[in-house]
């Protein structure tokens, strides 16, 4: 059976409307997308880490109950578990205030196995820090020797962007080692101050990545490969709030691989109908999260799209 393969932050984010906590959940950008593709029944591992304090144990019992083993988050004795206010706006979308409290030391955990075909997801500043690159490093080096398909977010947010040129060779890196590159306008903007999607592809991905996709809210998709470009319109929806569109957007183009069984060797001429099948899922599942204060898929949304799958 095929595997997901995650590697980012957990974090408690709680979440504000009009200056008024609204809600506290589990999350960070891979982690939410693994927690849906956990709930919908994919086999998963997520390799992370945590503090030994409430919010962590908050975190690993979360795991547990939706179907994600522990065995690679480090809980580390020093520090603590990391916490993000998320205040939204007008638009439902959030503005974050991050509180951080990590050890020197680091994913001191060990990785699960990776086989041909598996999925492996990483992305944000998780998979920038300079503190974490060589574990970064070891997951992709080994995910290409073994021809997992590698898929990458860079998650670029506004706070980093002052970093960008400093930031841009790790990026440049990490752009090499992927099969598969998702990001959103916004992160463009903010890396390289240019959010048209055929612009960013042509002068800074398809020279490093065939496969391109932007999400740009919605306004819809946008697929770059080498043999075509192609739009896709959002569905229109009424957001409750934004948080985890992004990653589910992932987490539902990892599903419609999976469903699709899309393999490694496919990717190259993978044909713009089954392109069409894939997004249709990564659709399905960002539009479901903005429907709640839920950073991934509901458990009941997950059986019913599986059944219907």
């Known amino acids: 059976m095929r595997k997901v393969i995650g590697i980012g932050e957990t974090i408690l984010d709680i979440i504000f409307e009009g200056n008024q906590p609204s809600a506290a959940v589990p999350g960070g950008s891979v982690f939410n997308g693994i927690v849906s593709l956990g709930r919908a029944g ?19 019992q979360f795991m547990r109950e939706n179907n994600i083993p522990t ?14 206010l998320a205040f939204l706006n007008e638009h439902s979308d959030a503005e974050y ?5 990590y050890p020197k030391q680091r994913l001191d955990v060990l990785f699960p196995e990776i086989h041909e075909d598996d999925i492996v997801i ?21 995910a290409k020797e073994k021809k997992a398909i590698i898929y990458y977010d860079p998650n670029f947010r506004k706070a980093h962007a002052h ?18 590159v998702r990001g959103s306008d916004e992160d463009f903007q903010n890396l390289y101050g240019k959010s048209d999607a055929q612009e960013v592809y042509k ?8 496969r391109f996709l932007t999400t740009h809210g919605a306004n819809g998709v946008n697929l770059h490969t080498r043999n075509f470009t192609r739009h896709f319109d959002s569905p229109q929806i009424q957001p409750l709030s934004t948080i985890g569109a992004g990653d589910n957007f992932n987490a539902g183009i990892i599903y419609g691989l999976l469903k699709y069984d899309v393999r490694h060797a496919d990717l190259p001429s993978l044909d713009q109908d089954t392109w069409g099948k894939i997004i249709r899922c990564g659709m399905d599942l960002a539009s479901e999260v903005c429907q709640s204060y839920d950073n991934y898929i509901s458990k009941e949304f997950a059986a019913k799209y599986v059944s219907q799958s």
């Open 203 to 210: 002068e800074h991905i398809q020279f490093y990545c065939d």
């Open 42 to 60: 994919v086999n998963v591992s997520f390799i992370s880490e945590t503090g030994n304090d409430r919010v962590g144990n908050i975190i690993l």
């Open 122 to 142: 990483v992305g944000s500043y998780y998979a920038l820090n300079p503190v974490l690159r060589d574990k970064i490093l070891e997951l992709l080096e080994t």
């Open 97 to 101: 205030i991050f509180y951080k409290d």
């Open 163 to 180: 970093e960008a040129i400093r930031l841009m060779p790790t990026v440049l890196e990490n752009l090499e080692f992927a099969d598969i």
């Open 71 to 84: 065995d690679h988050v480090n809980v580390f004795p020093d520090g603590k578990s990391p916490v993000s």
